[in-house]
């Protein structure tokens, strides 16, 4: 299981989040049992935005706590704990304990509730408060939830600081809320892809007579979805089919397209398989489901059938025996577990519905004969999460587009189909503006291998480490005690009259619940900016371990301001502690991938084809106007060329890291001789960005970089490092380019 690292906009979240936390003045406001009304957050992002990752980073930011970590569904408590245990362990921290409620002995349960000191996270479902079910209940009645309370309000627990995270936040009921209040919380925070306003919302805040249209968005964190897609967190297209048919045929078709997919990924040297699920209405049609995928071939052992009821109905069915049939949820496997046991085909219903994350999941039979259009919509968005990731674990989009497709088969009739699609494609243009794109009809591609082997040398950025370590130690400096206290915190003094010693307190009023350190601000820019400089080795472990780098201060202090503008003060300079280098290694040029036009397609990318005979390969197409006017002076000139595919092809380590981004993929490389000349058109608008980091000296004379922008007039700008030359056509353009 990879760990996880924050995308820059994640960090963002966090950020506002802690110091929205540090700044808010607890004690002011209480309930009529005279406990405070605790600090309300609520983090709002599309499905796959990463919100846990977020929350774990903000649990990282507090100081001596107990967070009680809720979720609505008991089949991903495990899952969650084993994640916050090890793929968000970097961000959570080494010291932080992470603890299943319901797992816990009694001696280890009175053990975290008595220690004063640490962060502890408690996971549970809503169930360890909500007495309104017979599980809950028998939790409830146990004595934990009264142990849970501080010690003045009759619990054990000694820690003051209770900070509530309520994954799935919409679900949040006042009852649950009002039991909440109970454990004297300082912060509730709600992540959630739904709109969380009222609800139990409402028995959380005081709103001083405004409307919730008026509290919500000063109480909200808000992840923008752009900020996601732009990360290669998601997938880019849903295929949705329709499918007027009996189960068997429709079930046949999801097997079908599974198994296509697990032959494309095959043939990309990645190890992973893709899981179809088949989400069910009940019990009886999950089992006729399995005997579907049975008669098709598929071993018995691949299924995991993780539905209530099921090992009894299958017993009770004497007209048929079903060997091997695998009823994961008498066995309670979590989600995780499920992917651990290599299943790949999952019936399921209700059980998984709520936090399943698993973004390995391509397709999906949805029995949607009696259920509701909002229900199919929530499950549609369980799957758009991309999986890929690149040699260094970041998110990349595989160039392959059946492999950026979540495939949906759906039982409907035809006239319920044409609701479901409007309303789908409403929903996820308002939440995915302009980012998936939804069709009813399969995209064919075909594979275009090279003409000829042609092999280019790798260029990597190489680090001057002592140059990046004596930066560091001149830029990031020790701050000033006084500034490193949150705003609002009232600081108390006290003088021992025996002893002449003086100790200061801060009062807990205010916003002591959160705090980091010099290093962990400095590393939190790092990683938005310029990950390598953390990942890569580039800094010695030492350098976090000096007396500045471990001074405490608050979130929204002064001293947080100032060590944040070094820290970015430091990231502008890092280039000049770097060069770009050639290695002995070679990257050789693979094929590509055309889609082929559908009948009566006219969109100008897909119908047009860029045929060459000196490119590398036959055919080319996906091209916008300003590179197809660059592909085809590229055919005219005396080189050869290719189009250099985004993110899987050709990539240059950039020395000047841009949005996290760490490689630059030009979109053309044309060769001559042994010059390599990298090419890339952009508009104008994208200039400014490109000059900052895609133009850099490369080593030696026979690597160049040259981006060309196109003006309204039909001008063609060429700009090298330390040049620009305009030109009235592209052929003109790349001619200049190749004679350099």
């Not at 502690?577 to 290695?583: D, I, K, N, R, S």
Request: aromatic share 8%; glycine share 8%.
């Amino acid at each position: 299981m990879s760990r996880i690292e924050l995308r820059p906009f994640q960090s963002d979240a966090a950020e506002q989040a802690l110091i929205a936390l540090s700044e808010f003045q607890y004690g002011l406001g209480t309930l009529p049992n005279g406990i405070p009304y605790p600090c309300v957050r609520l983090i709002s992002g599309v499905t796959g935005s990463g919100k846990t990752p977020i929350l774990a980073k903000i649990v990282s930011g507090l100081k001596d706590s107990i967070v009680l970590w809720t979720t609505p569904a008991s089949a991903v408590i495990s899952q969650t704990v084993e994640k916050l245990q090890h793929q968000y362990r970097n961000i959570l921290g080494a010291d932080v304990g992470v603890y299943g409620v319901e797992a816990m002995a009694p001696n280890q349960w009175n053990t975290v509730l008595g220690t004063e000191q640490g962060i502890s996270v408690l996971v549970a479902t809503v169930a360890l408060y909500n007495i309104e079910d017979k599980e809950g209940r028998a939790i409830h009645d146990s004595g934990r939830w009264g142990e849970l309370k501080e010690v003045k309000y009759g619990g054990i627990r000694k820690r003051s600081r209770l900070v509530i995270v309520y994954d799935e936040g919409h679900n949040l009921t006042p009852q649950q809320a009002n039991l909440l209040l109970e454990l004297s919380p300082r912060a509730v925070i709600m992540a959630s892809g739904s709109d969380q306003r009222g609800g139990g919302l409402s028995a959380l805040i005081h709103t001083g007579g405004k409307t919730w249209s008026e509290v919500v968005p000063t109480i909200t964190t808000k992840v923008e979805t752009p900020d996601v897609v732009k990360e290669s967190l998601l997938k880019r297209r849903i295929e949705i089919a329709d499918c007027d048919l009996d189960r068997r045929a429709i079930v046949k078709r999801a097997v079908d397209q599974r198994e296509r997919i697990e032959q494309v990924i095959k043939a990309g040297d990645e190890a992973e398989r893709p899981i179809a699920c088949y989400v069910v209405s009940d019990t009886k049609s999950g089992i006729e489901v399995w005997d579907e995928l049975r008669k098709f071939g598929v071993p018995a052992e691949a299924i995991a059938v993780h539905l209530s009821g099921a090992k009894k109905a299958v017993e009770a069915d004497t007209s048929r025996q079903r060997v091997g049939l695998q009823d994961t949820y008498s066995a309670k496997y979590s989600p995780a577990k499920i992917k651990e046991e290599g299943f790949v085909h999952i019936i399921w219903n209700k059980a998984l519905k709520e936090g399943w994350d698993e973004p390995w999941a391509f397709v999906a039979y949805i029995d949607g004969v009696n259920s509701s259009i909002k229900d199919i919509q929530q499950k549609i968005g369980r799957f758009i999460r991309n999986p890929f990731r690149n040699d260094v674990g970041e998110p990349v989009t595989p160039g392959d587009e059946e492999l950026q497709t979540a495939y949906f088969f759906l039982r409907q009739d035809n006239e319920q189909f044409r609701l479901l699609l409007a309303e789908v494609k409403k929903d996820m243009a308002s939440k995915y503006p302009g980012v998936i794109e939804i069709v009813t009809s399969k995209r064919e591609y075909e594979e275009i291998e090279p003409k000829e082997i042609v092999e280019i040398p790798k260029l990597l950025v190489q680090p001057n480490r002592r140059k990046l370590e004596k930066l560091l130690g001149e830029i990031i400096l020790t701050p000033a005690r006084k500034d490193c206290v949150a705003k609002g915190t009232v600081t108390t003094a006290a003088i021992d009259l025996e002893t002449d010693e003086l100790t200061v307190s801060e009062s807990e009023k205010f916003g002591t619940i959160v705090q980091t350190t010099v290093g962990e601000v400095v590393k939190d820019s790092m990683r938005q900016t310029d990950p390598r400089l953390i990942d890569s080795g580039w800094l010695d472990s030492d350098v976090w371990q000096t007396a500045t780098m471990k001074t405490k201060l608050a979130y929204s202090s002064p001293a947080y301001s100032q060590v944040k503008a070094q820290a970015e003060d430091y990231l502008a300079k890092v280039p000049l502690c770097l060069e770009v280098v050639e290695t002995d290694l070679f990257w050789r040029v693979g094929p590509v991938k055309i889609a082929l036009p559908r009948r009566g397609e006219t969109d100008a990318k897909i119908v047009e084809m860029v045929r060459e005979r000196n490119a590398l390969h036959e055919v080319y197409n996906g091209l916008n106007e300003d590179e197809r006017d660059v592909a085809y002076a590229l055919g005219q000139a005396k080189c050869k060329w290719f189009r250099n595919p985004s993110r899987t092809g050709y990539g240059i380590g950039l020395k000047q890291a841009s949005l996290g981004n760490i490689r630059f993929y030009p979109d053309f490389i044309a060769i001559k001789g042994d010059r390599y000349f990298f090419i890339e058109p952009k508009g104008e608008y994208l200039l400014q960005e490109a000059k900052l980091t895609k133009l850099m000296q490369l080593p030696g004379t026979r690597f160049d970089i040259f981006v060309i922008t196109s003006g309204d007039d039909g001008r063609k700008d060429v700009f090298t490092t330390t040049v620009r030359k305009s030109f009235d056509s592209a052929k003109k353009a790349v001619n200049w380019i190749l004679s350099n």
